[in-house]
């Protein structure tokens, strides 16, 4: 397979999607008025989302099976690097808790070429009108703590879907945790392999439907319960 | 010989036979063999484990064989755990290949793509 020739090829935005038919839609749309080139993972939704998505000028790649966010990102990263000329990727979650105008702000830090990795970070200039629910602060607070114990980085925000690579800092980096601990493990390949990172402050727009996709105070345990015991 | 002793040791015999032929690791083939063996032993003569158990310094051989039970359960667990996590690994990465060998092109995508990505 060829390198896909794409127009707006530079810039690659991932997507993984997992029951998201009320939402997918609505985020593709904001798609439509951009230039960036976007890859859809369906983690074999049981909903419609892969025949909603197959409706906008993207492309999409199916699991066979549900694995977890974590592998869906890290299929996105394989097919961008092995069949996009992708010089950018950026990470974009399907539940509509980004804008889709923050994205340049990712891109422009890495165009710049001092930085390898962008995240986003919803806590680097508080949004006062954006109240985030107590129960995120405590699970955020938690991931925080783990992650500047075991990373050493000084990040605000561990959680945040909305993150930019360059596609040299992509090939250092493979998800092996399938599911949420995928998070604090990209920080943790960012901190081992020295990639240049820094924050930019973005807006999550937190509605009831991304709360209910979105992990629960008991997540937070299970995800440090994957990070502990399902280390290779 | 009481019943209890013939069934226990039909079923360790049996055991047997389908570990000796069966396709494992090596290892792990010759470690179940000698438990097997051992079973088999202490089945047909029970004061040869209380005479262990004395030697080891535990008082009954119902004991021992308890804790060297425990030992290759443990020993079993982690084994077959390791092996889940492996197969667990291999699954994810073929159905990532198959995902990112038959990519699917929505309505509008650039064309041109359409004809790069099936041709292939």
């Known amino acids: 397979m060829k390198a896909l020739n794409h127009k707006s090829q530079d810039v690659w935005v991932i997507i993984p999607a997992f029951n998201e038919e009320s939402s997918i839609g609505k985020v593709l749309d904001q798609f439509t008025e951009t230039d960036y080139s976007v890859l859809v993972i369906d983690d074999c939704s049981q909903d419609s989302t892969p025949t909603i998505v197959l409706d906008y000028p993207v492309i999409l790649l199916q699991h066979a099976a549900n694995l977890g966010q974590g592998a869906a990102l890290q299929t996105g990263f394989d097919f961008v690097k092995k069949y996009t000329s992708a010089k950018y990727v950026v990470t974009f979650d399907s539940d509509g808790q980004h804008e889709v105008e923050e994205i340049i702000k990712l891109v422009e830090s890495l165009q710049c070429q001092k930085y390898d990795v962008v995240l986003g970070s919803r806590f680097l200039q508080p949004n006062p009108n954006i109240r985030i629910p107590l129960g995120k602060t405590i699970i955020l607070k938690f991931g925080l703590f783990f992650t500047r114990i075991t990373t050493r980085m000084s990040v605000t925000d561990t959680h945040n879907g909305l993150r930019g690579f360059t596609i040299n800092a992509l090939r250092n980096i493979n998800i092996q945790q399938n599911r949420m601990a995928h998070a604090s493990e990209i920080l943790s390949q960012i901190s081992l392999k020295n990639l240049r990172w820094k924050e930019v402050p973005v807006t999550i727009h937190y509605t009831e439907y991304s709360i209910k996709k979105g992990q629960s105070v008991f997540n937070a345990f299970n995800i440090l319960w994957e990070l502990l015991f399902r280390r290779e | ?120």
């Open chain 2, 1 to 120: 010989m009481n019943l209890f002793q013939l069934i226990l040791l039909l079923s360790l015999l049996f055991l047997l036979v389908i570990v000796s032929i069966s396709k494992t690791v090596i290892i792990e083939r010759l470690i179940t063999l000698l438990i097997l063996i051992g079973g088999i032993l202490f089945v047909i003569f029970p004061d040869f484990s209380t005479r262990i158990a004395n030697f080891v310094g535990i008082g009954r051989g119902a004991d021992f064989v308890f804790y060297v039970f425990i030992f290759f359960a443990s020993f079993q667990f982690i084994t077959f755990s390791t092996r889940i996590r492996r197969i667990d690994k291999k699954i994810t990465l073929l159905i990532r290949k198959m995902a990112t060998s038959t990519p699917q092109i929505g309505k509008g995508f650039n064309k041109e793509d359409i004809k790069t990505i099936n041709n292939q």
